[in-house]
């Protein structure tokens, strides 16, 4: 990348979060029924996490919720963190109940000592308390409409016809479309690159 080149560092924690409930969300669909983990609740989540977290979070997470306001009470009590070191970073933009914020500098050695600085606020103001957050919102979302759950299903079966997996029914288990993929000899990342096909066409996946 060249100085002059402005470097934007995005932060990363709610991707992490994102991308680990969807693979909890796949994982959880492809177990049988007398197999399946019970999932968290948001209160399980809290309890879990405060005993090794910041006396600061500790006081969110006591009564097993996170409101909107101590979310975004965390959120800038990073970015004033942040702000203490000198990094000003963009306007927080809400996503799907999340706030996002990242800081742009057209210095390398800048970008890196934000990363560094990022990670210490974050594990003091906010990474426990986003988990949790998290599975408030999944707890309290609307489920998604049964036509765009059978469409995301259709674009995962049309994704694995294109990639030579034929003979899979569009609402067959998630089981049996790993296991014909693997039977094709297909690299094992092919149905998860399926589903992420059907989330970008129709943003859900299907739960089973």
Known sequence: MLPTQLASWRIAAVAFVLVAALVSAISFAIASDDTRPPRPSAKQVAQERRPETSPEQAAILDDGVVTRAEYESAVNATIACLAGQRFKVSTPVEKDGRLDFHFATAVLDEGARYRGAYRDCHVQHQRDVDPVWAATLAENATPPAADLLAASRAAIAECRVREG?????????????????????????????????????YGVVPSE
Not at 184 to 197: G, T
């Open 165 to 201: 997996v034929p003979g899979v029914a569009p609402d067959a288990p998630f089981q049996d479309m790993i296991d014909a993929a693997a039977k094709a000899e297909k690299q094992p990342n092919l149905f998860y690159l399926c589903v992420s096909d059907g989330i970008k066409k």
